[in-house]
Nanobody, 124 residues
Framework: QVQLVESGGGLVQAGGSLRLSCAASGRPSRENAMGWFRQAPGKEREFVAFVKWSGSHTDYADSVKGRFTISRDNAKNMVYLEMNSLKPEDTAVYYC?????????????????WGQGTQVTVSS
């Protein structure tokens, strides 16, 4: 079993920055990648970014490319999402997720474990 705990959400003005953290405990070796998703009110949960535990391969949704950066600290079992130039449309609950397969990292179904989420609110 893998436990994921997100932190770092909050209220920020448009143009500001936030750094989200995800602590992964009990990580078995089969979990190969970590992702961030978000869900805005009345909308479906959407992919934001993923990073593989081995190597440095990352991928981003077009809507956040160039503004968000995902990174990981293998030694600490931590994953981060640095969010810059935030926009009101970035307002959502942000979820951290862990995946054993590397095949479907841009969709929810590709992930085995999820955190409970952290709220990010960007005011205009």
């Amino acid at each position: 079993q893998v436990q994921l705990v997100e932190s770092g959400g909050g209220l920020v003005q448009a143009g500001g920055s936030l750094r989200l953290s995800c602590a992964a405990s009990g990580r078995p070796s089969r979990e190969n990648a970590m992702g961030w998703f978000r869900q805005a009110p009345g909308k479906e949960r959407e992919f934001v970014a993923f990073v593989k535990w081995s190597g440095s391969h990352t991928d981003y949704a077009d809507s956040v490319k160039g503004r968000f950066t995902i990174s990981r600290d293998n030694a600490k079992n931590m994953v981060y999402l640095e969010m810059n130039s935030l926009k009101p449309e970035d307002t959502a609950v942000y979820y951290c997720a862990a995946a054993s397969s590397l095949l479907r990292l841009r969709v929810q179904g590709g992930y085995d474990y999820w955190g409970q989420g952290t709220q990010v609110t960007v005011s205009s």
